[in-house]
């Protein structure tokens, strides 16, 4: 269903649809959200179809960032009354309208903030690269958590359970670290999947941890692959760290506290194995990275 979406609802067509027909986010939002039911799969399939192709488009000044961080907010705030032919934002309501049917207040307002913050990333990172500003390390840091878009997709574990959690929990320390430590990871690991075909195409040091590490740190391609690779394995030690201090509230929500942490600890899986399969990044079987050559400009 989320395949013909992209037909229906986003009107692509061959050949622009043939690279996100091949994402095949219909399996990847299965292996994150594994116990998600066919309904909630779908929706979750159709933000992750959305999230791909409005990105792209802005990424590439497709479409205006600003103009479609306004329009699709305002879509999410108002999905009856709000009304644009703007492609992104259609696609947005699209999807929305379903999200509505089973979320809860906390949740609905988490998924719209975490949008907002991703839309505001977004912008920035346009801006960055037309004024050539690189970032060091910790400036990337702070920024990749918002433009990876993952915070949505957070709230997400919280619709597909159907659960709908405290405000006083989710602005806990330990619930904050764990989602950074779950974000660090899956942003990072893509980066260094990424890496290779950015490279190709002369855009890797704008937003890569691995061109970043490269320019910040002084370290040689491998060096920087390998420096990504140990900060990946230290959020998994900082996401175990934080899971080993967990407070305790009452019993049902502690119940889900649990059930949103082992989906933070699903999204951590299953983007790894997503990533290892998808056309996208083209990960050979021996798992070693062969440079493509630059394209010409």
């Given at each position: 269903?989320?395949?013909?979406?992209?037909?229906?609802?986003?009107?692509?067509?061959?050949?622009?649809?043939?690279?996100?027909?091949?994402?095949?986010?219909?399996?990847?939002?299965?292996?994150?959200?594994?116990?998600?039911?066919?309904?909630?799969?779908?929706?979750?399939?159709?933000?992750?179809?959305?999230?791909?192709?409005?990105?792209?488009?802005?990424?590439?000044?497709?479409?205006?960032?600003?103009?479609?961080?306004?329009?699709?907010?305002?879509?999410?705030?108002?999905?009856?009354?709000?009304?644009?032919?703007?492609?992104?934002?259609?696609?947005?309501?699209?999807?929305?309208?379903?999200?509505?049917?089973?979320?809860?207040?906390?949740?609905?307002?988490?998924?719209?903030?975490?949008?907002?913050?991703?839309?505001?990333?977004?912008?920035?990172?346009?801006?960055?690269?037309?004024?050539?500003?690189?970032?060091?390390?910790?400036?990337?840091?702070?920024?990749?958590?918002?433009?990876?878009?993952?915070?949505?997709?957070?709230?997400?574990?919280?619709?597909?359970?159907?659960?709908?959690?405290?405000?006083?929990?989710?602005?806990?320390?330990?619930?904050?670290?764990?989602?950074?430590?779950?974000?660090?990871?899956?942003?990072?690991?893509?980066?260094?999947?990424?890496?290779?075909?950015?490279?190709?195409?002369?855009?890797?040091?704008?937003?890569?941890?691995?061109?970043?590490?490269?320019?910040?740190?002084?370290?040689?391609?491998?060096?920087?692959?390998?420096?990504?690779?140990?900060?990946?394995?230290?959020?998994?030690?900082?996401?175990?760290?934080?899971?080993?201090?967990?407070?305790?509230?009452?019993?049902?929500?502690?119940?889900?506290?649990?059930?949103?942490?082992?989906?933070?600890?699903?999204?951590?899986?299953?983007?790894l194995h997503w990533h290892l399969n998808s056309p996208r990044y083209a990960v050979a079987p021996d798992r070693i990275i062969r440079l493509l050559p630059r394209r010409p400009l």
């Amino acid at each position: 269903m989320s395949d013909q979406w992209l037909t229906d609802v986003a009107q692509l067509v061959e050949p622009e649809i043939r690279e996100y027909l091949d994402l095949d986010t219909g399996a990847y939002a299965a292996v994150c959200y594994p116990d998600a039911d066919a309904f909630h799969l779908r929706v979750c399939a159709e933000f992750f179809n959305w999230t791909f192709v409005i990105d792209d488009r802005m990424e590439y000044s497709v479409v205006d960032a600003r103009e479609t961080h306004e329009s699709c907010i305002l879509a999410f705030r108002d999905p009856i009354n709000f009304d644009t032919e703007q492609f992104a934002t259609k696609m947005s309501k699209s999807f929305f309208s379903r999200f509505k049917e089973t979320a809860g207040p906390g949740c609905t307002e988490r998924f719209i903030h975490g949008n907002e913050l991703f839309f505001a990333a977004v912008v920035k990172q346009v801006d960055d690269r037309a004024k050539g500003n690189m970032y060091d390390l910790e400036s990337y840091i702070v920024q990749r958590r918002n433009v990876v878009g993952l915070k949505p997709c957070f709230a997400l574990i919280e619709f597909v359970a159907r659960i709908d959690l405290p405000d006083e929990v989710m602005s806990h320390p330990v619930i904050m670290a764990l989602e950074d430590a779950t974000n660090d990871h899956i942003s990072w690991s893509n980066d260094i999947f990424s890496y290779n075909k950015e490279q190709s195409r002369g855009d890797a040091h704008w937003h890569n941890i691995v061109a970043v590490l490269m320019h910040d740190r002084g370290l040689d391609l491998q060096g920087a692959m390998d420096y990504a690779g140990q900060m990946c394995k230290d959020a998994i030690q900082r996401f175990e760290t934080n899971r080993a201090i967990l407070p305790s509230w009452e019993e049902e929500v502690d119940r889900q506290v649990a059930v949103y942490v082992e989906g933070l600890q699903n999204w951590i899986v299953g983007s790894l194995h997503w990533h290892l399969n998808s056309p996208r990044y083209a990960v050979a079987p021996d798992r070693i990275i062969r440079l493509l050559p630059r394209r010409p400009l």
